[in-house]
């Protein structure tokens, strides 16, 4: 048979033996991570709080091996576990001798078995690698755990277990009021990321009102004043006013005419009655009676038009006496008027803004245009103090600014109380979206320690630190992507007091 033919079948045949091998090896590997599962994995720090380690029924103190890991041994046989984590995330690694001289990783198969407060059980297997096995996960912190150890070398199995403490602290239940700690439970729950952007008070637009003389006129006397807040109807400035007096003068003028015009109607009305004058006479004067009447009423009209009430008592003796008043009740923000000036009818001197409402002048920027919206609700909160109000965005502008690149949204506040000051820069917030997670925990609840954000878990009487990877959250709640699971209770409330202690406890990371 050809050469070229045998070749392909003969690379079958052996990657079949190889395939063999290894699965032989791996039913080993499982019958001793069974039996490591089965071992008595609780076994705790007694109560000087050292460290427990058995050995096929014989009990000493793990000692520190060559690489600084904690070394087992069974008669010439050792192992070391080290938990790695220079450059990489924390892994274990076995070291295996005989008579103090190190063995290839392949001289014994070797599993663990990890065990943690409110957690399964955790089985390792090992690899070969360089010059020790190696773990196929990775140890994650804190590395606080019972372990139970099963190596079979030469068709013999061989048993450990130790216990290592940290992050822990033990706190009874009735302690927990007196230090003002509260449970809480890791749950679903909508997470409501919030939306925070810049902005500044500014006067409402709608409610400012520009004061102008109406008529022209030498100023006598200013009472009005910048940053004054008036109310409607009070004097803002005096004014003498030669037309303000011709205007007079025509209505007193009209009025004393329409009295002559009545008179001469009624005579005349009298006498076309009796037969004694034509009633030509009589039409004659009821017409001058009604042109009277108009007369009147059109020189009351234009006093009426400039603020003036036609019969006021004083006007009677001073006919050029014109009092500026305000037309609405709030602050003077603009004045410019003096006195012993002559002004012009359409010369703006005063602007009052009522500021019972105020605007706010939010700076969206365009990546934030499709969150922010018409009818949204948002919170305003002063950056200067502590106030705050809720508003809705009434306006969003249809252009960005070309030196900005922003656009402009508006929310509108009740000021009443004098809370809000034109000109006050805030900060506004709103709700991005809403996004149900899996597990989350109250924000209050986080602490730092070493470089983690943590919680303090609950389990029994004992807290534990669990470093978390935390998501998205809205200020009260966030997001747990690992570290928690639904169910699991934690310290909320005043949860340092816990970390004090375990500054207390002298709290090490000894691998």
Not at 152 to 168: A, D, H, L, P, T
Not at 252 to 270: C, D, H, P, S
Not at 439 to 447: E, K, L, N, T
């Amino acid at each position: 048979m050809n050469k070229a033919r045998w070749m392909p079948i003969l690379i079958v045949i052996a990657i079949g033996i190889v395939v063999g091998g290894l699965i032989l090896m791996l039913d080993k590997s499982s019958s001793i991570a069974t039996d490591a599962v089965n071992m008595d994995t609780h076994e705790k720090l007694d109560d000087h709080g050292t460290s427990d380690m058995k050995g096929n029924g014989t009990s000493n103190q793990p000692g520190v091996g060559p690489r600084g890991g904690k070394i087992f041994t069974d008669s010439d046989f050792s192992v070391e576990l080290t938990i790695f984590e220079k450059g990489v995330p924390p892994q274990f690694r076995i070291y295996l001798y005989e008579k103090g001289k190190l063995l290839p990783p392949t001289a014994a198969n070797v599993a663990v078995t990890l065990s943690r407060l409110g957690a399964p059980a955790q089985l390792f297997k090992f690899t070969p690698e360089a010059d020790y096995l190696l773990g196929d996960q990775v140890v994650e912190e804190p590395h606080s755990f019972d372990i139970a150890i099963a190596a079979e070398r030469n068709g013999k199995v061989m048993r450990w277990s130790y216990s290592q403490i940290e992050g822990r602290v033990e706190v009874p239940d009735a302690m927990l009021k007196s230090m003002g700690i509260e449970l809480l439970t890791a749950r679903a729950a909508i997470i409501k990321p919030k939306l925070k952007l810049p902005g500044e008070v500014t006067f409402n637009e709608h409610t400012i009102v520009r004061v102008v003389p109406r008529v022209a006129g030498m100023v006598t006397s200013v009472q009005g004043n910048l940053g004054q807040h008036v109310k409607k109807g009070d004097v803002l400035a005096v004014i003498e006013s030669p037309m303000l007096a011709d205007l007079r003068s025509q209505y007193y003028v009209a009025k004393k005419r329409i009295a002559l015009a009545k008179t001469t109607y009624e005579r005349e009305k009298q006498l076309w009655e009796e037969k004694i004058s034509a009633k030509q006479e009589f039409l004659l004067a009821q017409e001058l009676w009604n042109e009277a009447e108009i007369a009147l009423e059109l020189a009351s009209v234009k006093l009426r038009a400039l603020g003036v009430q036609p019969e006021s008592n004083h006007l009677k003796t001073n006919f050029t006496h014109y009092e500026i008043r305000a037309p609405i009740s709030g602050i003077i923000i603009t004045k410019t008027i003096a006195l012993g000036e002559a002004l012009k009818e359409d010369r703006e001197i005063y602007t009052i803004a009522d500021v019972s409402t105020v605007w706010t002048a939010i700076t969206v920027y365009p990546k934030d245009l499709n969150v922010v919206r018409e009818g949204q609700k948002v919170v305003v909160k002063a950056t200067a103090y502590d106030v705050e109000n809720e508003g809705t965005v009434t306006y969003i502008s249809t252009l960005i600014g070309g030196q900005t690149r922003t656009a402009t949204a508006r929310v509108e506040l009740d000021n009443q109380e004098g809370k809000w000051r034109p000109g006050m820069f805030i900060n506004v917030e709103l709700v991005a979206e809403e996004i149900k997670v899996p597990v989350a925990v109250s924000v209050a609840a986080i602490q730092t320690l070493r470089d983690w954000s943590v919680v303090f878990g609950r389990y029994d009487q004992y807290f534990e630190v669990r470093p978390l990877e935390l998501g998205r959250n809205d200020g009260e709640m966030v997001e747990v992507l690992k570290g928690l699971t639904p169910g699991e209770q934690y310290a909320s409330g005043n949860s340092f007091a816990i970390k004090a202690e375990l500054g207390k406890a002298g709290a090490s990371h000894d691998h």
